[in-house]
């Protein structure tokens, strides 16, 4: 079998040069330089503004009492639709139902919001918060300790004065 | 032929015995109607006022428990006038109810909140504190949150009329009436108490042992046949996790009705056991060795070749396919005994007010299907002793799901080949040239043969751990190595040749047992004492 050799034609050099986007970008950088809007961050000296509906990783709620508020009723595991949570109920030395053991695995979570819209006893929230650095993978299981120290403000999964979206 | 009666029931003409309830007569076209006191296994009161039903000609609406059908009579269940009733009736029913869905036992198979969500009023009207109860320990396995009941009295009435031990009764009046229980007394030292909290139609009565432990809707639930007794109850496993969670009665009019006894309900922690034998270990020369089980399995093959006349532990634990394949192998390998060992109780304890259903003497689920494939019984009332004909044996010793718990380390050591098919290690199994590991009755399918000789089948509810494989495969796969023959392949195969070797199993086809279970040809009426 004869070997055919492919023959490229390349646009010639004088209606290709490479000078006029470089020109046209040039361009564009300094329409930006005298342009008195400026559109650049100075985080994390400056903080992001995050919507009052953003969806981060979760708050549980707690007592006064330091208690945690979830009652293990088990809606949340139920709903989760990356089953993410898991929970062992229980009851405490007063009678009361709780969660033995209650985990959210942040990296399977899709930050839906379901947990917090289906829970009865709004315990457990998704939060305002990005900044979720670690340096192990199993740091991203969080145990209901870890949710109940985490300090960022939770989400509104609605607006109050427009609960329908309208 | 009972005389029939032509009535209607929200259009759909039906004919049902005289005498039947216009309840029963609706649910024999298939329309609920709701109700909390009436239960098919007692008295009805009336009580519960939810069953009301709209009768044309009637001046007011009929409850549906007692009212029995009249000819021509037209009935209505979903008339507005129907709806209005059921409706107010819920309400009333929630004005002192706590709504604690979110932390009751009951919540996803509550009656009350499934009638409530499918036909109550979307929001109380109610502004008057509620009266509060709280929590009592009723003694027994069984908890009461007075908040949640119904005050149907089907407690009451299952304790005084099926048990017929009178422990519990209302105390208090109208709105502060309450179930509770004589004295300090109790609930303890009765063995049917465990059937209230099935009955109770919500979280009012609950289990101690399953308290918070699962919620319902995460359960999945198995059909199975009760292990504790040669009964034979009809119960559903409820699994999550691959662990038994709670043990429930399913209904089986011929068998256990509705019921089951409190020593098999709790009675199910075994198959939960984690120290498992999980592959097929050969020991030679002093050397264990796990392998496949085709490795394992052709060694054995080798080994048993001349090794001698058989001796065989069976147990009354195994199913009939297990039996059926273990008599055939020792056929196959020149014939020899096959013994088994079985708990007895000194008493049978019935439940007074169903006079079939009783927990047996005979505390295994098989021993009837043993003595059918020709075991005898040895050994002592606690499931000890008997096999020192076995112990000293010095051909083929094959010992089936007998865990050897009092035999010592010297078990089978004259043996020439010494096989060991159990569920966990035994110190008898010492000595043992192979050790095969075995699944339970929960981790595969087959069928048990009661007392009254009625095989009921039960179905896989979790997976076996690591390589454990039902007793039937195995033994089936040797007895057709060495006997011929086909191998069995499912639990159904295995009762069809079981069929073909056991004359007393001819006849009857697994899609006879099906769920209901089948009679043997050769059966045997009981009643309880
Ligand atoms: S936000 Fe959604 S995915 Fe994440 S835990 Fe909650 S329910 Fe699950
Ligand atoms: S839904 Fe709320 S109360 Fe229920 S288990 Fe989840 S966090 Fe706990
Ligand atoms: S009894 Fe039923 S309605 Fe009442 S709290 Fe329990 S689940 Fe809810
Ligand atoms: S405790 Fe349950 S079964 Fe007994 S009366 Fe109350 S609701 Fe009925």
Same mark, same amino acid.
């Given at each position: ?7 490229? *034609?390349r ?5 290709t $040069? ?12 300094f329409? *930006? ?21 953003? @969806?981060g990783? *979760? ?26 949570i ?21 990296? @399977?979570?899709?930050f ?10 709004e315990?457990?929230h998704?939060? @305002? ?16 300790? @870890?949710?109940?120290e985490?300090? *960022?403000? $939770? ?8 609960p $329908? $979206?309208? | 032929?009972?005389?029939?009666v ?30 909390y ?10 009580m519960c &006022? ?10 007011k ?41 979110p932390i ?22 109610g ?8 929590r ?24 005084s ?12 009046r109208?709105? !502060? ?22 009955? /109770? ?21 198995? %059909?199975s046949? /009760? ?16 662990? =038994?969670? !709670?043990?429930? +009665? ?14 098999g ?13 999980e592959? %097929?270990?050969?020991?030679s ?6 392998m ?16 001698? +006349? ?28 096959i013994v088994?060992?079985?708990a &007895?109780?000194?008493?049978? =304890? ?8 009783? &927990? ?54 004259n ?13 008898g199994a010492t ?5 095969? +590991? ?15 000789? &009625? ?5 896989? #509810? ?6 454990a494989?039902?007793?039937?495969? =195995? ?28 004359? #007393? ?9 099906g ?15």
């Amino acid at each position: 079998m004869a070997i055919s050799v492919k023959v490229m *034609h390349r646009p010639e050099p004088e209606t290709t $040069s490479y000078l006029r986007a470089a020109l046209s970008g040039m361009a564009l950088t300094f329409k *930006h330089m005298v342009n008195p809007t400026k559109v650049t961050q100075q985080y994390p000296e400056e903080m992001t503004h995050l919507s009052p509906r953003w @969806r981060g990783t *979760h708050v549980m709620e707690q007592h006064a009492d330091g208690r945690p508020k979830c009652v293990a009723c088990g809606l949340c595991p139920t709903v989760c639709p990356a089953n993410c949570i898991r929970l062992v109920g229980g009851e405490d030395d007063q009678g009361n139902r709780y969660p033995i053991v209650y985990e959210i695995d942040e990296f @399977r979570c899709i930050f839906c919001g379901m947990c917090q819209e289906v829970c009865p006893v709004e315990a457990i929230h998704v939060g @305002r918060h990005f900044e979720n650095a670690e340096y192990t993978r199993e740091r991203f299981v969080y145990d209901l300790d @870890r949710l109940m120290e985490q300090d *960022h403000p $939770s989400t509104l999964l609605w607006d109050p004065s427009d609960p $329908s $979206s309208e | 032929m009972p005389e029939m009666v032509t009535l209607t029931i929200d259009g759909h003409e039906v004919s049902v015995p005289k005498g039947t309830t216009i309840l029963e007569a609706a649910k024999s076209i298939g329309t609920e109607v709701p109700h909390y006191c009436y239960h098919p296994g007692m008295s009805s009161p009336a009580m519960c &006022r939810l069953c009301l039903v709209e009768v044309e000609g009637a001046p007011k609406p009929m409850p549906g428990c007692v009212t029995t059908v009249m000819d021509g009579q037209v009935v209505h269940t979903q008339s507005e006038q129907a709806l209005k009733n059921r409706r107010g009736v819920l309400e009333f029913y929630l004005v002192n109810h706590p709504l604690d869905c979110p932390i009751c036992d009951m919540s996803g198979e509550c009656n009350l909140q499934d009638y409530v969500h499918a036909e109550g009023r979307e929001h109380g009207r109610g502004r008057e504190p509620k009266r509060i109860f709280g929590r009592d320990d009723f003694g027994g396995d069984v908890l009461f949150y007075g908040d949640r009941c119904v005050m149907c009295t089907r407690c009451v009435r299952f304790m005084s009329e099926v048990e017929q031990d009178h422990r519990l009764t209302v105390v208090e009046r109208g709105n !502060r009436s309450v179930i509770d229980t004589f004295y300090e007394e109790g609930l303890d030292g009765t063995y049917w108490h465990g059937n209230i909290v099935d009955i /109770c139609p919500v979280g009012a009565l609950v289990s101690k042992e399953f308290l918070h432990k699962a919620r319902a809707w995460d359960l999945t639930h198995t %059909p199975s046949v /009760c292990t504790g007794c040669a009964q034979g109850c009809n119960i559903d496993l409820h699994t999550r996790d691959n662990l =038994v969670q !709670r043990v429930k +009665p399913r209904e089986n009019l011929d068998v256990n009705a509705w019921w089951i006894c409190d020593y098999g309900r709790h009675g199910y922690e075994w198959m939960n056991r984690g120290d498992r034998l999980e592959a %097929p270990v050969m020991r030679s020369a002093g050397a264990s060795q796990a392998m496949a089980w085709g490795d394992a399995l052709r060694a054995l093959l080798a080994k048993a070749d001349g090794a001698g +006349p058989v001796k065989a532990i069976a147990s009354a634990k195994s199913s009939n396919e297990d039996l059926g394949a273990l008599k055939r192998l020792v056929d196959a390998l020149g014939g020899g005994d096959i013994v088994y060992r079985s708990a &007895r109780a000194d008493d049978e =304890v019935p439940l007074k007010g169903f006079p079939t259903l009783a &927990r047996r003497t005979d505390l295994t689920p098989n021993a009837t299907g043993a003595d059918l494939v020709g075991a005898s019984r040895v050994g002592d009332d606690d499931a000890t002793g008997g096999l020192d004909a076995v112990s000293g044996h010095d051909g083929i010793v094959i010992v089936l799901n007998d865990d050897l718990s009092d035999q010592g380390e010297d078990f089978g050591a004259n043996a020439s080949l010494f096989v060991y098919m159990g569920t966990h290690a035994s110190a008898g199994a010492t000595h043992a040239d192979f050790v095969l +590991p075995i699944s339970t009755h929960a981790e595969g399918e087959g069928s048990f043969t009661n007392l009254e000789r &009625r095989v009921q089948r039960f179905a896989k #509810a979790m997976d076996a751990p690591g390589m454990a494989r039902p007793a039937w495969l =195995v033994l089936g796969a040797l007895a057709a190595e060495t006997g011929g023959g086909d191998a069995p392949r499912s639990a159904a195969d295995a009762f069809a040749a079981l069929g073909r070797s056991v004359s #007393a199993f001819a006849g009857i086809t697994w899609e006879d047992v099906g769920t209901r279970g089948a009679l043997l040809n050769e059966s045997v009426s009981v009643t309880g004492d």
